[in-house]
Each structure stands twice: as structure tokens, then as C-alpha cells.
């Protein structure tokens, strides 16, 4: 028994609670609540899963990442479900010569392109549209991205899953007047945390809903008689 849990260590396969997450293995997500929910930020390889509904935001809360983290290597986009916009990639501090977009034609050829980039080396981050990953597509995704030193996000909608997927971190997002609303499902090294609100209204003002402002209504002034 004791060579079998070694041996499951070995491989990551299994996590003792022991276990404390380093802040030198991490990124900042440019979020301070984030960064205390994951204890200093996003794992600087492995496998990341966001469950959410499209087009809610959930690009924008990691745009602060991928423009610290890059290090002058690619970051891919595999599959988005519409057409990112070059100028407000820009805006964000991007350089077009680091950014690759791919469109493959099918799901299975998608998968093969995160795995190619990841174990490359020259990627610092691979970005996934994938709703059906099974158990043994993400193990070979987290070794890739283990291999060639890079994070790999995979966005997919919120389905029941029989079994956990072996990734480093698993998020779920909801849309938020705010920001998004997040939810940390599973984190390794660490424990779930519950819902709480990312406020992106200082990033993007005009993409979320400001607070109203007070009414106030003047009292008269008493005449002086």
C-alpha cells in the first residue's frame, strides 16, 4: 500500500493536505481577492478548468494574467467561439507577434493542438474552448503543459461530471453586475472556497454596472425674518 500512494505522488495523482502551495509556483491573476482565495494566484503549469457560460467576462479576468506572464512566449487560442478583437488585445498590453489564434475542424484536432503547443516550450499560456474533456485527455494535457513549462485554461459550460478531472485548478463562473461571480471548486494543494465577486469595474467601467449615485434633496433654507 505504501508504494502504491508513493506512487501516486509521484505521478500527482494524489494530494495530501499537508501539502501547502508555494507563492514562488504562482502567478498573479491581477485581482488581490483572487490572489488570496488561490494563495498568491494561477499555478505557473498545469491545467486550469473554467466552467462558465461564454461571452460573460470570463476572458477579461484573465487578461490581467496573460500580460504578466507571457514572457515574450506564444499565447494560443484554440477554437473561442467568436472572433477576438486585435485592437483591444492591444489595448490590453498584448504584442500581435506573441498571439496565435487557431481554428481547427474538429474537437479531436483541437485537443491535438493543445497538447502540440503545450509541450513545445514556446508557450507560456493555451487557451481551449472544450466542452467534452474526458479524464484521460486532461492527463495528457497536464503533462504536456508540465513538459513545455506552460498554463492551459479550458473553458467549458457547467455540466455534471461523474468524476473529477484531474486538473490543478476547476472555477466556475456566473455573470455578476460587478464582474464575474466565482466559485473555486477544486484546487490542488488547497481547499474549495465559496462564491465570492471579482469587481472588474475599475478594468472595465463600461462593461459592468456602476453603483447609482445618492439622491440628495436640498432642504430650504430658513429665511431669516
Request: charged letters at 15%; a negative charge.
Amino acid at each position: 500500500m505504501y508504494e502504491l500512494i508513493e506512487n501516486l505522488k509521484q505521478k500527482q495523482w494524489l494530494w495530501s493536505g499537508a501539502q501547502v502551495a508555494s507563492h514562488d509556483d504562482c502567478y498573479p491573476t491581477g485581482y488581490e481577492l483572487l490572489d488570496q482565495k488561490l494563495d498568491g494566484g494561477f499555478p505557473k503549469h498545469g491545467v486550469i478548468e473554467l466552467q462558465t457560460q461564454y461571452g460573460i467576462g470570463e476572458l477579461r479576468l484573465l487578461m490581467p494574467h496573460l500580460t504578466m506572464s507571457h514572457q515574450n512566449r506564444l499565447i494560443v487560442f484554440i477554437q473561442p467561439p467568436g472572433y477576438l478583437c486585435a485592437e483591444q488585445l492591444c489595448n490590453e498590453g498584448l504584442d500581435h507577434n506573441n498571439v496565435l489564434l487557431l481554428y481547427p475542424n474538429t474537437a479531436k484536432e483541437a485537443l491535438w493542438a493543445a497538447e502540440q503547443c503545450l509541450r513545445s516550450g514556446a508557450c507560456s499560456n493555451v487557451l481551449l474552448w472544450h466542452s467534452d474533456l474526458e479524464v484521460h485527455q486532461a492527463r495528457r494535457l497536464q503533462v504536456a503543459s508540465e513538459h513545455g513549462n506552460a498554463v492551459h485554461f479550458i473553458f467549458k459550460h457547467q455540466t455534471p461530471n461523474l468524476f473529477s478531472l484531474p486538473v490543478n485548478l476547476s472555477m466556475t463562473l456566473e455573470p455578476h453586475p460587478f464582474g464575474l461571480e466565482v466559485s473555486i471548486t477544486k484546487r490542488k494543494g488547497g481547499w474549495p472556497q465559496g462564491s465570492f465577486v471579482i469587481d472588474m469595474r475599475a478594468h472595465w467601467p463600461n462593461l459592468t454596472v456602476q453603483p447609482a449615485s445618492p439622491v440628495v434633496i436640498p432642504f430650504p433654507l430658513k429665511q431669516q425674518g
